[in-house]
């Protein structure tokens, strides 16, 4: 097929260009929802990374056999969405479970949450309408996301889902550069420069990682607000065994 021409996918036309997609490799890496747009219809996998603090938190709960719902918004509808499935909604206080990872400990295995994000959420919820298999990947879990991206037939996909300036648009953020990275390192296909540059990204931090989030902006961010103790905790690397796999509109831990 010309490069050129438009791909047809699930009877729909796909206005994004072999190029874009990065045609041709077998590992492939993107940033936020317009990389979720142009990779999620032509991979086998996509991993969904957001460390400061998504898919941490998704890590976290799913550690703790939680069953974590993202949600793209915070606002009334989330409440609604959050009872419709018998889950409990963070972020409503201050000593209830929230985005913060450890917050997520409190409450006992089998638990249901609704965790609301505007980047990681989104990523996840926009992944799932393409790619059928749709995992939450961050720093502590590197190496278990990449062990089962190699169960899968690629290519395969990984999005840094970056932060939101307050107009909308894309922030990119080192950490999340870092945290794929981390994931492509570890993988043995062939990588697209794209994909190549995370690794780089990650190999030159490898070293000081915990000081890469606390000096990124979003650590600073974060620092602001006094939650150093979330960036230290997503700092750790490849600590976690937990593959959260989006199934039924829940991240649940998959069988690897």
């Not at 142009?38 to 703790?64: C, K, M, N």
Request: aromatic residues 6%.
């Amino acid at each position: 097929m010309p490069q050129d021409e438009p791909f047809k996918v699930s009877g729909r036309e796909d206005a994004s260009p072999a190029w874009a997609n990065q045609a041709g490799f077998e590992a492939r890496f993107d940033w936020g929802r317009g990389g979720v747009q142009r990779l999620a219809a032509h991979v086998s996998a996509l991993a969904i990374v957001d460390v400061l603090r998504f898919t941490t938190a998704v890590e976290t709960g799913v550690s703790a056999g939680l069953v974590i719902y993202p949600y793209g918004f915070r606002d009334d509808s989330a409440e609604t969405f959050a009872q419709a499935n018998s889950a409990i909604l963070a972020g409503r206080g201050f000593n209830g479970p929230s985005l913060s990872p450890q917050s997520l400990l409190s409450l006992p295995a089998g638990s249901s949450v609704v965790l609301p994000s505007p980047n990681g959420a989104n990523c996840s919820l926009l992944a799932i309408k393409e790619c059928s298999r749709v995992v939450a990947g961050c720093l502590r879990n590197a190496c278990a996301i990449a062990s089962w991206l190699m169960t899968i037939q690629p290519p395969v996909g990984v999005i840094a889902c970056g932060e939101l300036w307050t107009d909308g648009t894309l922030r990119p953020s080192v950490e999340d550069l870092v945290g794929a990275g981390a994931i492509l390192a570890s993988l043995s296909l062939t990588r697209s420069p794209e994909a190549e540059s995370a690794v780089a990204a990650f190999q030159g931090a490898l070293d000081r990682l915990e000081t890469t989030l606390l000096d990124s902006a979003s650590g600073r961010e974060l620092a602001q607000r006094s939650q150093t103790e979330d960036i230290l905790w997503s700092s750790r690397l490849d600590i976690s065994k937990a593959v959260p796999r989006l199934i039924g509109g829940a991240f649940r831990q998959d069988i690897v």
